[in-house]
């Protein structure tokens, strides 16, 4: 029996491979709308369409790591027991920028209420609902593989500079269902991939620090979260958010807590062990 030929350029055909299943899958998100079908299937049909990058990770997984287990790796991702210090400190890093956006926009708005949500209930399903789509779809593939795989070439910084340029474009379809046009858009852009690619600084950081995939998880879905529940103008909060997280990327990296971004550091701390069986 011969042996499976492994990928030359793994995480390239990785990203292609996302915006290819991607899409489609965002596409008919698109049309369930239009479409004015149920509330419940519109949620499905948009989580789902958030997993695409788990799905290509799945699909190309037995040629990146030929002869091992996908459940195996999977499990080996969420293995380590988190530290209580990097959970604190991720949870009051973005607590204060959440803080300060919404006193900048209660201290500017007119509306009555500063939560876009009205019921203790709405916030519960919108939590769980976030949880679903972006956090668990997303970081298996990103942050689990790419990053880490990215690490085994280039510092961790350089690696989730790349990722998260790559992953911010991948939200190239949604920048153009905001609304926004000309100037306004560019501005939205350009704010977005700054927020991007300064939470995945943040996420590279705390995430080698602790190598529990559930770190990510938390940072991303604690970023979609806030900004979520904010009742303010979107391109104000994507900005706001541009600003805090980037200076919080910026500190991050100057101090670069136990040489995790940049400088000597124990490859087994970085990635762990690839071939888990």
């Given at each position: 029996?011969?042996?499976?030929?492994?990928?030359?350029?793994?995480?390239?055909?990785?990203?292609?491979?996302?915006?290819?299943?991607?899409?489609?899958?965002?596409?008919?998100?698109?049309?369930?709308?239009?479409l004015?079908?149920?509330?419940?299937?519109?949620?499905v049909?948009h989580?789902?369409?958030?997993w695409?990058?788990?799905?290509?990770?799945?699909?190309?997984?037995?040629?990146?790591?030929?002869?091992?287990?996908?459940?195996?790796?999977?499990?080996?991702?969420?293995?380590?027991?988190?530290?209580?210090?990097?959970?604190?400190s991720?949870?009051?890093?973005?607590?204060?920028?959440?803080?300060?956006?919404?006193?900048?926009?209660?201290?500017?708005?007119?509306?009555?209420?500063?939560?876009?949500?009205?019921?203790?209930?709405m916030?519960?399903?919108?939590?769980?609902?976030?949880?679903?789509?972006?956090?668990?779809?997303?970081?298996?593939?990103?942050?689990?593989?790419?990053?880490?795989?990215?690490?085994?070439?280039?510092?961790?910084?350089?690696?989730?500079?790349?990722?998260?340029?790559?992953?911010?474009?991948?939200?190239?379809?949604?920048?153009?269902?905001?609304?926004?046009?000309?100037?306004?858009?560019?501005k939205?852009?350009?704010?977005?991939?700054?927020?991007?690619?300064s939470?995945?600084?943040?996420?590279?950081?705390?995430?080698?620090?602790?190598?529990?995939l559930?770190?990510?998880?938390?940072?991303?879905?604690?970023?979609?979260?806030?900004?979520?529940?904010?009742?303010?103008?979107?391109?104000?909060?994507?900005?706001?958010?541009?600003?805090l997280?980037?200076?919080?990327?910026?500190?991050?990296?100057?101090?670069?807590p136990?040489?995790?971004?940049?400088?000597?550091?124990?490859?087994?701390?970085?990635?762990?062990?690839?071939?888990?069986?």
């Amino acid at each position: 029996m011969s042996k499976e030929k492994k990928l030359k350029k793994p995480i390239v055909s990785f990203i292609l491979l996302t915006n290819i299943i991607f899409w489609p899958l965002f596409c008919l998100v698109g049309v369930t709308k239009m479409l004015g079908l149920s509330t419940w299937l519109f949620v499905v049909v948009h989580c789902i369409s958030s997993w695409a990058s788990t799905f290509a990770f799945a699909i190309l997984f037995k040629k990146i790591y030929p002869g091992q287990s996908f459940i195996q790796f999977v499990k080996s991702k969420f293995k380590h027991k988190i530290k209580v210090s990097v959970l604190l400190s991720v949870s009051t890093i973005q607590a204060l920028i959440f803080l300060t956006i919404m006193l900048i926009v209660l201290s500017k708005s007119e509306v009555d209420s500063i939560f876009t949500l009205s019921s203790w209930g709405m916030l519960l399903f919108y939590f769980f609902k976030t949880l679903l789509s972006g956090p668990f779809g997303e970081e298996l593939g990103w942050r689990g593989f790419a990053l880490l795989e990215l690490q085994k070439k280039h510092s961790p910084l350089k690696a989730s500079i790349i990722i998260g340029f790559w992953w911010g474009l991948w939200h190239l379809p949604i920048w153009f269902t905001t609304g926004f046009t000309g100037i306004d858009l560019m501005k939205y852009i350009l704010f977005f991939m700054i927020s991007i690619m300064s939470t995945t600084i943040l996420m590279a950081a705390f995430y080698n620090l602790n190598q529990n995939l559930i770190i990510p998880i938390i940072i991303h879905h604690n970023f979609n979260f806030f900004i979520g529940i904010i009742n303010g103008n979107l391109s104000d909060l994507i900005m706001y958010n541009a600003i805090l997280y980037g200076i919080a990327a910026v500190l991050i990296i100057f101090i670069n807590p136990k040489k995790v971004l940049y400088g000597k550091k124990e490859k087994s701390l970085l990635y762990g062990n690839p071939t888990v069986m």
